[in-house]
C-alpha cells in the first residue's frame, strides 16, 4: 500500500511530528511505501527511508495553506490513501485534494481545533463542552465549520479516545465514520532508557513533582504553583518541575514570585524527548491538573517509567486512570492537594500503583495501534 502522511515530522518537535516519524517509519518496516508531506524549509528528502516533502511555513496562513495545497495535489494522485494528521490545519488542504485528486483520506483527530485557537485568542472564555453550544465570532464560526467540513469529506476519523468520538458525533458526523484508536507506546524504550538519579539532575533528596506539556491555560498548571506552599509546610523538601512551553510561561513565573516559591518551582522550557525521559524517572509523582484533554501522551509516558500519575477526572484522562488502581483521577484542588501529599508519604503504596500502571501500558502497543490503523486503511482502498 502507498500511503500520504500529511503533518508534521521532525525537526519539528512534539508528539505529533514524534508520531508522523514513529509512524512513517513503522509503516515502511511493514511493507508499505510511505510519503510524508509536512512543513519546512522546501525540499524532498529520504529520511530513514521515508520520503519527505516539505512546503514553505508561511506566517501568512492562507499562503500556508495554499502552498501545502499545491504540494498535496503534485504528490497525492501517486499515492492508495491519504492520512491527514489533523482536521484544519494540514486537514483542509489534504480534504481538498482529496475532493479534486479522488484519493481516499482518513483523518486523525485529537482535539477540537476551533475551541483551542479561539480559548487561546480570548474568543472564548468556556470551556470545551460548553463551547460547542455557546455563541461564537466570525472567526470561531469559520474554525468550526473548516473542521466539520474536514469532517464530513473524509472517508473515516481516527479519534484516541472515547471523549473525542462523542464529542465529533455532536458536531454532525455519524458515529460509525469513527474510529477509536490509542495512542501507541513503546514500552521497551521507556523500561531501558533514562535511568538517572536525582543527584544527577541536581535535585539531591528533595521529593519531585513533575508536570509537562504546551503552557496554556487549560492545562492548570497555574493551581499547582498555588498549592506548592501548603504541600512545603507539610513535606518542605519539595520541588515543582514544569517542562515545556508555551503562551502561558510568563504569567506562570509571576505567579511563582508572588507565592514566594521561586526557588522551588523549576521551569526548564521546551527540552529534548530523552531528557524528559530522564526526569519522569527521577520524579517522585507525575501531575495533569487539565481542564481539557483528548487522550494525554504524557500520562502514559508517565506510567511507563514507573512515576505514580494523579490526572484531572476530565476528558479521556478516565479511559487510561483508574482511580486508586493505576493511577489517581481528582475532581478539586483539595483532591489534587490530597493527593499528592498521600503519594509522597506512602512509597509502599505507590509500588502496587506502579505495577499496575505498567500492566496498563501493555495495552497500549504499537503493534494493536499499527493493526487497527491498516485495517482502517485497506478497507478504504478499492
Given at each position: 500500500m502507498k500511503?500520504?502522511?500529511?503533518?508534521?515530522?521532525?525537526?519539528?518537535?512534539g508528539g505529533p511530528a514524534t508520531y508522523s516519524?514513529?509512524?512513517?517509519?513503522?509503516?515502511?518496516?511493514?511493507g508499505h511505501e510511505?510519503?510524508?508531506?509536512?512543513?519546512?524549509?522546501?525540499?524532498?528528502?529520504?529520511?530513514?527511508g521515508i520520503i519527505v516533502?516539505?512546503?514553505p511555513r508561511s506566517r501568512v496562513f492562507v499562503k500556508r495553506y495554499l502552498d501545502l495545497l499545491l504540494l498535496a495535489l503534485r504528490v497525492v494522485p501517486k499515492y492508495d490513501l491519504?492520512?491527514?494528521?489533523?482536521?484544519?490545519?494540514?486537514?483542509?488542504?489534504?480534504?481538498i485534494a482529496k475532493k479534486l485528486s479522488k484519493i481516499p483520506l482518513v483523518t486523525k483527530i485529537v482535539g477540537d481545533f476551533a475551541w483551542e485557537i479561539s480559548f487561546q485568542k480570548g474568543w472564548t472564555s468556556t470551556y470545551i463542552e460548553d463551547f460547542q453550544k455557546s455563541k461564537k465570532t466570525s472567526i470561531t464560526r469559520l474554525l468550526c465549520y473548516a473542521e466539520k467540513f474536514v469532517a464530513k469529506i473524509s472517508d473515516e476519523i481516527v479519534v484516541p479516545c472515547n471523549y473525542l468520538k462523542k464529542l465529533i458525533v455532536g458536531w454532525g458526523i455519524p458515529s460509525e465514520k469513527i474510529t477509536v484508536i490509542p495512542n501507541a507506546i513503546d514500552l521497551q524504550y521507556y523500561v531501558n532508557n533514562g535511568d538517572l538519579t536525582k543527584k544527577n539532575l541536581g535535585f539531591g533528596d528533595f521529593r519531585i513533582i513533575l508536570t509537562a506539556g504546551r503552557l496554556v491555560p487549560w492545562k492548570g498548571i497555574d493551581a499547582l504553583i498555588k498549592i506548592m506552599p501548603e504541600i512545603r509546610k507539610k513535606i518542605p523538601k519539595t520541588l515543582l518541575v514544569i517542562i515545556g512551553d508555551g503562551p502561558e510561561m510568563p504569567k506562570l513565573r509571576k505567579l511563582a514570585q508572588v507565592y514566594g516559591i521561586t526557588d522551588f518551582v523549576i521551569f526548564t522550557g521546551r527540552i529534548e524527548r530523552e531528557l524528559v525521559l530522564k526526569y519522569m524517572k527521577s520524579s517522585d509523582i507525575f501531575v495533569l491538573f487539565s481542564q481539557y484533554e483528548g487522550m494525554p501522551h504524557t500520562i502514559l509516558e508517565a506510567m511507563a517509567c514507573g512515576t505514580p500519575v494523579i490526572a484531572s477526572n476530565k476528558c479521556g484522562n478516565p479511559e487510561i486512570i483508574k482511580d486508586s488502581i493505576n493511577g489517581f483521577l481528582v475532581n478539586s484542588l483539595d483532591e489534587l492537594k490530597e493527593k499528592i501529599l498521600f503519594s509522597?508519604?506512602?512509597?509502599?503504596?505507590?509500588?502496587k500503583i506502579r505495577q499496575n500502571a505498567l500492566d496498563t501500558v501493555k495495552q497500549y502497543s504499537w503493534e494493536q495501534h499499527l493493526n487497527k490503523?491498516?485495517?482502517?486503511?485497506?478497507?478504504?482502498?478499492?
Open positions: 500511503i500520504c502522511i500529511i503533518g508534521p515530522f521532525p525537526p519539528m518537535i516519524y514513529e509512524l512513517a517509519r513503522k509503516l515502511k518496516a511493514r510511505v510519503c510524508v508531506l509536512t512543513f519546512g524549509k522546501p525540499k524532498k528528502e529520504v529520511v530513514d516533502i516539505r512546503a491519504i492520512y491527514a494528521q489533523d482536521p484544519v490545519s494540514v486537514g483542509l488542504p489534504a480534504a509522597l508519604s506512602h512509597p509502599k503504596d505507590m509500588e490503523l491498516e485495517k482502517i486503511f485497506f478497507s478504504h482502498i478499492h
